[in-house]
């Protein structure tokens, strides 16, 4: 399984990413929510047991989780092997004092009318980019 963490952007387009992600691969995407969980030590078991889950289930299944909102979070899943896409827009307030990586991914959905930069993808790609480097 590949975990995708997606963050930032307008409420409207990071919905969009997320729907058009599913569409992009049917069956084969999943959305899991993580917004809501307050209690650390239970967000800590939930995200250790999609790393378990992970050795189980193939690298041709993505998991975009949505609704991290700590350092704490981001942190760990950078330690394992997450992989963060950030939608164009506004930034999460968490990175304001994490950093961007140069490996993070940047995406907007599909007919986004604002200039965006070349390195942007739309959800489409961010699917392919993904499974193309787990091969």
Known sequence: MIIVILMGGL?????????EAMVALPGAV???SLSGIQDPLQLDRIQKSLLDKNGV???????IITGISTERCVRF??????????????L???????RIEF?????????????????VLDPVELISEVLLKRQ
């Open 11 to 19: 409420p409207s387009d990071f919905e969009k990413v997320v729907d």
């Open 30 to 32: 999943e959305r899991l």
């Open 57 to 63: 289930v193939g690298d041709d299944r993505v998991t």
């Open 77 to 90: 899943w950078r330690e394992h092997g997450g992989i963060f896409c950030h939608v164009r827009g506004p």
């Open 92 to 98: 999460h307030p968490v990175f304001y004092t994490q």
């Open 103 to 119: 490996e993070d991914y940047h995406v907007a959905p599909l007919g986004y009318s604002l200039s965006k930069p070349e390195h």
